[in-house]
C-alpha cells in the first residue's frame, strides 16, 4: 500500500470522489501544509494555521497508479484557481498536492508542467513535501456517506462523484 495526499476545496467533496476510485482502500479528511500543530476545523477555517483542508489515501498501486490519482485529482477540482473551490474561499481551500517522497515530487511536477500547457489559465496547484497530516475530526470523516442529502453535498460533491464513476466506470462495474 502506498500513501498520497491531495487537497483541493472542501475535503468533504474530494474524499467523496476518491472513495470511488478502484484501488484507492481509505481515504481520511484532514490538514496538512501549514505551520501548526494540532489544528482544529476552526483554527483551519480562520486561515491561521497555514493548513489546507486535505484527503489522504491508502491505495493499491497495483490496482491504480499514482499518475491515474492525479488526473482524478484535476477532474474533481479546478487546478487554476488561487484559494478557491467554488463557493469556498480561503487558503484552506488552495489547491496541493503532498508528496510523499522523490519519485510521487517528480511524477507531479512533470504532469502539472504539463497541465499547464493544457489550460488558458495559469495552473497555481501547489507541489510540496507533506511533513506532518493531522486527521480532521470524526464528524468530518465519511460526512458525504452520512448526509447524502445535505445541500452543499448533493450541489457540489455529487458532480464530483459523477465525474469519478463516468472515468472509472468500467473498473467500478467489475468490483
Not at 39 to 61: F, I
Amino acid at each position: 500500500m502506498e500513501r498520497a495526499t491531495f487537497g483541493g476545496g472542501c475535503f468533504w467533496c474530494i474524499e467523496a470522489a476518491f472513495e470511488l476510485v478502484p484501488g484507492v482502500e481509505s481515504v481520511t479528511s484532514g490538514y496538512a501544509g501549514g505551520h501548526a500543530d494540532d489544528p482544529t476545523y476552526e483554527d483551519v477555517c480562520n486561515e491561521t494555521t497555514g493548513h489546507a483542508e486535505v484527503v489522504q489515501l491508502e491505495y493499491d498501486p497495483t490496482a491504480v497508479s499514482y499518475a491515474d490519482l492525479l488526473e482524478t485529482f484535476v477532474t474533481i477540482h479546478d487546478p487554476t484557481q488561487r484559494n478557491r473551490q467554488g463557493p469556498d474561499v480561503g487558503t484552506q481551500y488552495r489547491s496541493i498536492v503532498l508528496v510523499h517522497d522523490d519519485r510521487q515530487e517528480e511524477l507531479a511536477r512533470a504532469f502539472f508542467d504539463e497541465l499547464d500547457e493544457a489550460y488558458d489559465d495559469e495552473v497555481v496547484t501547489e507541489i510540496e513535501p507533506l511533513e506532518t497530516f493531522y486527521e480532521a475530526e470524526a464528524y468530518h470523516q465519511n460526512y458525504f456517506e452520512k448526509n447524502p442529502n445535505d445541500a452543499y453535498c448533493q450541489h457540489h460533491a455529487s458532480p464530483k462523484i459523477e465525474r469519478v464513476r463516468k472515468r472509472f466506470e468500467d473498473r467500478i462495474e467489475a468490483e
